[in-house]
């Protein structure tokens, strides 16, 4: 904290004001746009890849087709927006003029994070708009064709698909929350990028040093497996899509675990990338 | 030589990062833990056993999360790919990686089981010189050992469909048509037959393996069971159709009854009435 931002309170206005020109910012960019269209292309065309369905139902195939798309195209826009907008401050010197006004690391960093987190959400909520509009005319469809198959109602749960939307985000949110935490001590945007696809890597696959620390005889080794699966967040708690489409739904606690999990790691990484930062020369 | 702090911050910065993650991970374990179990009870394909024969290959593709279905997909057409070449390594890596991927369909898990067990025996067989040419022993040998295969295949399936009836089936078929054990493909048949969803055709052939193996009275009582079972008219308000009608094939059953009474010499007293 410089000494000037010492002088004035924290400030949820300030804070705003660096989420919404993150976003703003975001939105201009080609990477944006270019990633979002990518998406929803893919998922528009879930229908036409019906072909290569040879296991599981209809509507499974496409909400899994969609969700697949949204997780990729989500992850890449994710860890790249959040890399470059931040280093995009550094390098254009505009964090130097930022930062030698009054205003906090903390809210430049949380800013940052809200602005990226706002640019999640619009993608999130457009590729999950569209999955539902498909699956909905797909089903609509199917039941015209063969209403036997439906007499107990519609398959989808709908509000579980929007249920899956909002954990994505958040899932997406801890993602840059651990983008911006690379960032703050890493000097370039091609580390910062590498190593957010590390992590993303990592916090999928922790689960199974966890069930091979469990494996292992020698006492050391056990212990530090044990204890990585304790430093890195696991994102397989989010996937939680694996019953829509074949008519079951998802546990409300269980949603709300992850939830609360996803936004403690939220404010536990955008924390520890604040106090990163506040020990970093610019 | 001078001792500079300085140096060492980046280090204390980082292992005060490790040490505050740690200590999240141990209190987020409250919320994690049940919803991880929930999650897992939901998706067999997460379990360990399952990806570490694919890990290898699977590894950038697992990743891909949401894309498991299409995944296995597209390798399940790799699968035939090389099944069409008649690449038998090749072939068995695919089989097993498609379901290491996606263990959920049936479809992946009774396929792979008849390449393994039926085309397979046959490919090492031409290889070796062809039918002619390697001796009956040897092509029985090949057959046990593909077989075997075959069944242990199957029964990683049980651990993700326990319930299925077909996976019975294919187990009862491998017995039957390639180890030729009457036995044991007659109780597979007979677990298939008393699932829910077991089709009807699976308690005829029980009974007329356990009519071939000598054991007619037993035979009787089974096929007078299922007869009773069976239905014979169509009944739309039960759920009855004319297709299953037609497939529980009861005149049929009724015949073999029929023959297995004259075969056991029955009075007629004791025997079934149409």
Redesign the interface.
């Known amino acids: 904290m410089s000494s000037l931002a010492r002088s004035v309170p924290f400030s949820f206005g300030r804070l705003g004001i660096v989420a919404g020109n993150t976003f703003l910012e975001a939105v201009r960019q080609k990477l944006f746009n270019f990633l979002l269209l990518l998406a929803v292309a893919l998922v528009a065309s879930a229908q036409l890849f019906r072909e290569f369905n040879f296991g599981s139902s209809e509507l499974k195939f496409i909400a899994d087709f969609g969700f697949g798309s949204m997780v990729f195209f989500g992850s890449t826009l994710t860890i790249a927006a959040t890399a470059q907008l931040f280093f995009s401050e550094i390098e254009n010197r505009t964090a130097l003029t930022l930062l030698a006004k009054p205003i906090w690391r903390t809210e430049f960093i949380f800013g940052k994070l809200l602005g990226v987190l706002a640019v999640v959400g619009v993608f999130c909520a457009l590729t999950t708009g569209l999955l539902l509009v498909l699956l909905y005319n797909r089903e609509t469809a199917l039941m015209a064709a063969n209403p036997e198959a439906f007499e107990a109602g519609r398959l989808i749960h709908y509000g579980d698909l929007v249920l899956m939307g909002v954990l994505q985000w958040l899932k997406f949110g801890v993602l840059a929350a651990i983008t911006l935490l690379v960032a703050s001590f890493s000097n370039t945007n091609l580390y910062t990028v590498v190593m957010g696809f590390f992590m993303l890597v990592i916090c999928h696959l922790q689960y199974l040093a966890r069930d091979a620390y469990s494996q292992v005889s020698a006492l050391p080794l056990r212990l530090l497996v044990q204890g990585l699966s304790y430093v890195f967040p696991n994102f397989q708690v989010f996937n939680l899509a694996d019953q829509i489409g074949i008519g079951q739904g998802i546990d409300p606690t269980v949603f709300l675990r992850v939830g609360a999990y996803a936004l403690t790691y939220i404010a536990v990484f955008g924390g520890l990338a604040v106090y990163s930062f506040s020990q970093r020369e610019i | 030589m001078k001792f500079n702090l300085a140096r060492l911050?980046?280090l204390l910065?980082g292992s005060?990062?490790?040490a505050?993650?740690?200590v999240?991970?141990?209190?987020?374990?409250p919320?994690?833990t049940?919803?991880?179990q929930?999650?897992r009870a939901?998706?067999p394909a997460?379990k360990?056993e399952s990806?570490q024969g694919a890990l290898g290959q699977g590894l950038t593709v697992g990743?891909?999360?949401?894309?498991?279905?299409?995944t296995?997909?597209?390798f399940?057409?790799q699968t035939n790919s090389v099944w069409e070449d008649r690449d038998l390594p090749a072939t068995q890596t695919f089989i097993k990686l498609v379901t290491a991927i996606?263990p959920?369909?049936?479809?992946?898990w009774l396929n792979g089981s008849r390449m393994i067990a039926y085309d397979m025996p046959n490919w090492r067989i031409v290889d070796a010189g062809g039918y002619n040419v390697v001796p009956p022993a040897t092509q029985r040998r090949i057959d046990e050992e593909q077989a075997t295969v075959a069944l242990r295949y199957l029964q990683e399936a049980f651990n993700y469909h326990p319930d299925a009836a077909l996976l019975h089936v294919e187990v009862a078929n491998v017995y039957l048509n390639r180890l030729k054990d009457k036995a044991r493909a007659a109780e597979a048949y007979r677990r298939a037959a008393l699932r829910p969803d077991g089709p009807f055709y699976a308690g005829r052939i029980y009974g007329e393996l356990l009519r071939k193996l000598g054991r007619k009275a037993e035979a009787l009582a089974w096929l007078k069971e299922t007869y009773a079972n069976l239905p014979k008219t169509v009944d739309r308000a039960r759920g009855v159709s004319a297709f299953t009608v037609e497939s529980a094939m009861a005149p049929l059953v009724l015949e073999r009854i029929h023959e297995l009474e004259e075969e056991l010499n029955l009075a007629d007293d004791q025997r079934v009435k149409p």
Do not use: S
């Not at chain 2, 990743?63 to 299409?70: D, E, K, Q, Y």
């Open positions: 911050r980046p910065t005060l990062v490790v505050v993650l740690a999240t991970g141990l209190a987020v374990r919320l994690e049940p919803a991880w929930w999650v939901q998706q997460l360990l990806l990743l891909l999360g949401g894309f498991r279905a299409i296995a997909d597209f399940w057409i996606d959920r369909p049936l479809y992946f």
